[in-house]
């Protein structure tokens, strides 16, 4: 498409102007699309967001339909994608306090190789420790601080920042992470992620958040996921942090990985490519022998 366009863009300036050639005219900034080549593609994102300033410590959000409307688009860039609820998990005995655990290794199945084992423990002085716990909260129930589960009735409770803040480890390269987070930024700042790959620091991502303070927001929904269809984006671990330092305390729940092989392909814009095919047709039919023949 480069030298498509260089070379429109030389034969308009030998005729004298774009109309000359084409018998129409044309912005340069859309040239200029046309002539620049793509960029490295950034992650997409998929987040929603559902506040509730009424919930307190022990109600429910009734509907999170922000949350849900971008899990569900989360969710149809997948294929063969499973999502872990928490609800099977027995490596932990609900209920029981932070510090005292060790971290919950999960299976998720990849259709292109082994399944992708991920590590859910600390970042802090002391990996191997999750600090965190399995909460149990049926019905309609909360843990009595805002934190409930979104699937059926566990999730894990797990600190973001502070001293030994919650990460994910993963066997192999991951191109997609998605999750929810219940009641995260009701005492100030934002969830952030840190991407890894091997020591390699990737970024920090801002998650949006239904930031409070002094509990204000208690009970308050988000999802977030990333995903990315780029070999130089692939991540193997992410660190969960707050935008002001401190430790928050959250339910995580609903957890998505995927790797790259199981991100749908979306087919690319073709706007330029059908322009520039309208466009060389007509120089064709313009500058053919036909078209130059003595009358």
Same mark, same amino acid.
């Given at each position: ?57 022990? %109600? ?39 510090? %005292? ?109 239904? %930031? ?53 392909? %979306? ?29």
């Amino acid at each position: 498409m480069m030298f498509a366009s260089s070379w429109i863009l030389r034969l308009a300036k030998r005729e004298g102007s774009f109309h000359a050639v084409f018998g129409f005219s044309l912005c340069p900034a859309i040239l200029l699309v046309a002539a620049t080549p793509k960029p490295v593609q950034a992650f997409t994102v998929f987040s929603g967001v559902d506040v509730c300033t009424t919930c307190g410590g022990s %109600t429910r959000l009734s509907a999170f339909p922000n949350s849900l409307n971008a899990s569900n688009n989360f969710q149809s860039i997948l294929q063969g994608n499973f999502v872990q609820t928490f609800d099977n998990q027995t490596t932990f005995v609900p209920n029981t306090s932070f510090s %005292t655990n060790s971290p919950i290794v999960l299976s998720f199945p990849d259709a292109a190789g082994p399944n992708i084992i991920a590590t859910l423990g600390g970042a802090g002085p002391n990996p191997a420790l999750i600090v965190g716990a399995i909460r149990n909260t049926p019905g309609t129930t909360t843990n009595g601080f805002g934190r409930y589960s979104i699937s059926n009735n566990q999730f894990l409770e797990v600190p973001a920042g502070g001293t030994n803040q919650f990460q994910i480890s993963v066997s192999r390269a991951i191109a997609v992470i998605g999750f929810y987070g219940v009641d995260i930024g009701d005492f100030g700042g934002s969830l952030t992620l840190e991407l890894f790959n091997g020591a390699t620091s990737l970024g920090t991502r801002l998650v949006p958040s239904p %930031t409070g303070s002094s509990g204000s927001t208690d009970g308050s929904i988000l999802f977030y996921g990333i995903a990315t269809s780029n070999p130089a984006e692939v991540f193997d671990r992410v660190v969960f942090n707050t935008t002001i330092g401190t430790g928050d305390v959250f339910a995580f729940d609903n957890l998505s990985i995927a790797s790259l092989q199981q991100v749908v392909p %979306t087919p690319a814009p073709a706007a330029g490519a059908l322009f520039l095919l309208g466009v060389i047709g007509r120089l064709r039919r313009r500058y053919s022998p036909s078209h130059h023949q003595p009358q």
